[in-house]
């Protein structure tokens, strides 16, 4: 989620050039041949189509590098969506800024068609090119729903570890006429993150 983009988008004073910096060398990895990626799709630099985001409040720390998003936030690009309570969006200082982290919380949710993800809490860490939702994760599609406490997705690995905490990860499969479909080993939902999926 190259949120740097969304700042150069904006206009912000100051920040636009930062912005436009940070992104002109996006740190993104092609997804593995033939796989469909839903989270991994949600980067606002692998598309040209156009970002919108919406909100109550928008503030900007022109020292600290950190825009933030508050109230019914809701970014699109094309057929994904992100909405949550607050977004903040953390820079890296300097001539050359690039997106460090993402943070959403409270009633977060990715969607993209009939794939969704839910969570109270999330993180994407640039660096690591990581996806962590917490607090009761779901991922679900119109074939079944995979939760857990934690769901973590490591974009360049086509790998996505969900964990139960202190309880346990559970996982509902609807039946399919396609007996494809019901040879797959992977659970719908876990293969809605775009990964070979690991429940633990």
């Known amino acids: 989620m190259?949120?740097?983009?969304?700042?150069?988008?904006?206009?912000?004073?100051?920040?636009?050039?930062?912005?436009?910096?940070?992104?002109s060398k996006p740190k993104t990895a092609a997804p593995a041949k033939g796989s469909?990626?839903?989270?991994?799709?949600?980067?606002?630099?692998?598309?040209?189509?156009?970002?919108?985001?919406?909100?109550?409040t928008l503030e900007f720390d022109y020292r600290a590098r950190v825009l933030t998003y508050r109230g019914d936030v809701?970014?699109?690009?094309?057929?994904?969506?992100?909405?949550?309570?607050?977004l903040t969006i953390d820079l890296s200082k300097g001539e050359a800024p690039e997106l460090k982290t993402v943070v959403a919380e409270g009633h977060v949710r990715f969607s993209k068609g009939t794939r969704r993800a839910t969570a109270e809490h999330a993180v994407y860490d640039q660096s690591k090119r990581l996806i962590v939702l917490s607090?009761?994760?779901?991922?679900?599609?119109?074939?079944?729903?995979?939760?857990?406490?934690t769901v973590h997705v490591y974009l360049?690995?086509?790998?996505?570890?969900?964990?139960?905490?202190s309880g346990r990860?559970?996982?509902?499969?609807?039946?399919?006429?396609?007996?494809?479909?019901?040879?797959?080993?992977?659970?719908?939902?876990?293969e809605t993150?775009?990964?070979?999926?690991q429940a633990q």
């Open 135 to 149: 607090r009761n994760a779901v991922l679900s599609d119109d074939r079944g729903d995979v939760s857990g406490e």
């Open 193 to 197: 993150a775009g990964t070979v999926g």
């Open 169 to 190: 990860v559970r996982a509902l499969l609807r039946p399919s006429d396609d007996k494809k479909t019901n040879d797959k080993k992977t659970p719908p939902a876990v």
């Open 74 to 86: 809701v970014a699109k690009q094309g057929d994904v969506e992100l909405s949550s309570d607050t």
């Open 36 to 56: 469909d990626p839903f989270l991994g799709s949600f980067s606002f630099t692998s598309s040209n189509e156009p970002v919108e985001v919406t909100s109550k």
């Open 2 to 23: 190259a949120a740097a983009l969304l700042v150069h988008l904006l206009g912000i004073p100051d920040a636009g050039a930062e912005a436009q910096a940070a992104v």
């Open 156 to 165: 360049d690995e086509s790998r996505t570890v969900i964990e139960g905490g």
